[in-house]
């Protein structure tokens, strides 16, 4: 089965109501793992804080993602000017409700929990039908929902939780068959000794292990090790780590890692697919992750990858998405993929059962970039010493953003401006923002001049200012 061919947003609110006109309520709560990762085993590591006021204000994403009929939430108002420069384009936005008293340090699901007129707000909202969906469910949203009445357009979040573990996802590729590189899922100490001794044998052999957390997102949890004398000792910190939490709550001592073979690649991929309440699957892209010396810099639509390849990843995303209907799940998911070195696809890397960064980039895709241009999603480290508002971003960018619709669109696409001012604080010496946008053009040198031309201007600002 399949779902709708409608754009994306029809196609989201029918995988996760039923129906294509369901007024959907959005929250941009980004990384939701550090809510699925509380009491769960994790790799040793320093503490740090979960929350940072860049991350959370990556809740602005959410706004391209409803239409007239919708909502979303967000932590702050819109700058004005870059309402404007949206509506300028031709996008209908949906209505804004905008937190009392926001917490750089909080999700704006948290904001939201701590705010009484908005929870009442919602609630008329549920009155009408409404239904609420999010990056990830997380208990903090299950809660959101029950205090307003809106109901979930989204599984449970225990489910959430379950499948977006890097174990399932590892234990889920080796029962469909799917190739991956030698690896081992571990949920208990007999099972993590095994994993050990057998990575050690690759260890010895010259090779390199990466050892990941259940739940790490954003490249934390992760540890790449080329000794098998740094692998024994993480070991044993691992190992004393489960035993006084089990020995704390009185349960069996756990974990919750995966121990994987560092492999040759060509190029590192990501697609997404949509699952309906059904079980219907709407294979929706596969994009190309562009590096620049070892560093992420973006996304690149379309992926350089043959038919064959596209249609392997294409069977892979419909068997999954069975599965993972199967076990409960519905709605939007991103699988990170790989190419080796010999063009063999490793078709699952991880399962990302939630939206994903490209999820917010469909707007670009569906309305305005033709199917002839290269799309290449980015960001833009700003360094400023006061807020800058869009009006004057706008002047500092004049001809590179993408201004109007047309046969042959170019410039960059600012997809969201929160980012930037984010860690604006008063009285501060000075602060680091980002700028997401998708930049556009007829080819992959022009996307890469304007890219350069933005952060040449971009620099010069920085150094009038």
Same mark, same amino acid.
């Given at each position: 089965?399949h779902?709708?061919?409608?754009g994306?947003?029809?196609?989201?609110?029918?995988?996760?109501t039923?129906a294509?006109?369901t007024?959907?309520?959005?929250?941009?709560? %980004?990384?939701v793992e550090?809510?699925w990762?509380?009491?769960?085993p994790?790799l040793p590591?320093v503490a740090?804080?979960?929350g940072?006021?860049?991350?959370?204000?990556?809740?602005?994403f959410?706004?391209?993602?409803?239409?007239k009929?919708?909502h979303?939430v967000?932590k702050t108002p819109?700058d004005?000017?870059?309402?404007?420069?949206?509506?300028? !384009? /031709?996008?209908?936005?949906? =209505?804004v409700?905008v937190?009392?008293?926001?917490?750089?340090?909080?999700?704006v699901?948290?904001?939201?929990?701590?705010?009484?007129?908005l929870?009442?707000?919602?609630?008329?909202?549920a009155d009408?039908g409404a239904r #609420?969906?999010?990056?990830?469910i997380s208990t903090?949203?299950?809660e959101?929902?029950?205090?307003?009445g809106?109901?979930l357009?989204a599984? +449970?979040a225990g489910v959430?939780?379950?499948?977006?573990?890097k174990?399932?996802?590892?234990?889920?590729?080796?029962?469909l068959?799917?190739r991956q590189?030698?690896?081992?899922a571990?949920?208990?100490?007999?099972?993590l000794?095994?994993?050990?001794t057998?990575?050690g044998e690759?260890l010895d052999a010259?090779?390199k292990?990466?050892v990941?957390d259940?739940?790490g997102v954003s490249g934390k949890g992760?540890?790449?090790?080329?000794?098998?004398?740094r692998?024994?000792?993480?070991?044993?910190?691992?190992?004393a780590q489960a035993?006084r939490?089990a020995?704390?709550?009185?349960?069996s +001592?756990?974990t919750?890692l995966?121990?994987?073979?560092?492999v040759a690649?060509?190029a590192? #991929?990501?697609y997404?697919f =949509?699952?309906?309440?059904?079980g219907?699957t709407?294979?929706d892209f596969?994009?190309? #992750? !562009?590096t620049?010396n070892?560093?992420?810099?973006?996304?690149?639509?379309?992926a350089r990858?043959?038919?064959e390849q596209?249609e392997?990843?294409t069977?892979?995303?419909h068997r999954?998405g069975?599965?993972?209907?199967?076990?409960g799940? %519905?709605g939007v998911?991103?699988?990170?993929?790989?190419?080796?070195?010999d063009?063999g696809l490793y078709p699952?890397?991880?399962i990302?059962?939630?939206n994903?960064?490209?999820?917010?980039?469909n707007?670009v895709?569906?309305?305005l970039?033709?199917?002839?241009?290269?799309a290449?999603a980015?960001h833009? =480290?700003?360094?400023l010493?006061?807020p !800058?508002?869009?009006a004057?971003l706008r002047?500092?960018?004049s001809?590179?953003?993408?201004?109007e619709r047309g046969p042959?669109?170019h410039?960059? %696409?600012?997809n969201?401006?929160? =980012?930037?001012n984010?860690a604006?604080t008063d /009285?501060a010496?000075g602060f680091?923002g980002?700028?997401?946008?998708?930049?556009v053009?007829?080819?992959?040198d022009l996307?890469?001049a304007l890219d350069?031309?933005?952060?040449r201007?971009?620099?010069?600002h920085t150094?009038?200012s």
């Amino acid at each position: 089965m399949h779902l709708p061919s409608a754009g994306f947003s029809g196609r989201l609110k029918h995988a996760v109501t039923g129906a294509v006109d369901t007024p959907l309520v959005f929250l941009g709560n %980004f990384e939701v793992e550090n809510q699925w990762a509380l009491g769960e085993p994790a790799l040793p590591r320093v503490a740090s804080h979960a929350g940072s006021a860049v991350v959370n204000r990556m809740d602005e994403f959410a706004l391209l993602l409803g239409g007239k009929d919708d909502h979303v939430v967000l932590k702050t108002p819109l700058d004005d000017g870059y309402r404007a420069y949206l509506e300028g !384009l /031709g996008l209908t936005l949906p =209505t804004v409700h905008v937190v009392a008293d926001q917490d750089p340090q909080r999700t704006v699901s948290e904001d939201a929990l701590a705010d009484p007129e908005l929870l009442r707000t919602l609630s008329t909202l549920a009155d009408d039908g409404a239904r #609420l969906t999010a990056h990830g469910i997380s208990t903090v949203e299950e809660e959101l929902a029950e205090r307003t009445g809106l109901r979930l357009g989204a599984p +449970p979040a225990g489910v959430c939780k379950r499948v977006n573990s890097k174990v399932y996802s590892r234990r889920l590729a080796d029962e469909l068959g799917i190739r991956q590189a030698r690896g081992w899922a571990c949920e208990t100490l007999d099972e993590l000794a095994d994993a050990v001794t057998a990575a050690g044998e690759l260890l010895d052999a010259g090779r390199k292990v990466v050892v990941k957390d259940a739940f790490g997102v954003s490249g934390k949890g992760i540890v790449v090790l080329d000794s098998a004398k740094r692998l024994a000792r993480l070991h044993r910190m691992a190992v004393a780590q489960a035993e006084r939490a089990a020995a704390a709550d009185g349960t069996s +001592p756990r974990t919750a890692l995966v121990i994987e073979e560092w492999v040759a690649k060509r190029a590192d #991929l990501n697609y997404q697919f =949509t699952v309906g309440r059904d079980g219907s699957t709407h294979f929706d892209f596969v994009k190309e #992750l !562009l590096t620049e010396n070892g560093v992420h810099k973006g996304h690149r639509m379309p992926a350089r990858l043959s038919e064959e390849q596209v249609e392997e990843i294409t069977r892979t995303a419909h068997r999954l998405g069975e599965r993972l209907h199967a076990d409960g799940y %519905f709605g939007v998911v991103g699988v990170d993929a790989m190419v080796d070195p010999d063009e063999g696809l490793y078709p699952v890397i991880e399962i990302n059962a939630r939206n994903n960064m490209s999820t917010y980039q469909n707007v670009v895709h569906e309305g305005l970039a033709g199917p002839d241009e290269v799309a290449v999603a980015r960001h833009f =480290t700003v360094r400023l010493d006061r807020p !800058l508002p869009f009006a004057e971003l706008r002047e500092v960018l004049s001809g590179l953003l993408l201004e109007e619709r047309g046969p042959r669109p170019h410039g960059l %696409f600012v997809n969201n401006y929160a =980012t930037v001012n984010a860690a604006a604080t008063d /009285g501060a010496d000075g602060f680091e923002g980002r700028l997401y946008g998708v930049l556009v053009a007829a080819s992959d040198d022009l996307v890469g001049a304007l890219d350069a031309d933005i952060t040449r201007r971009l620099a010069a600002h920085t150094e009038r200012s």
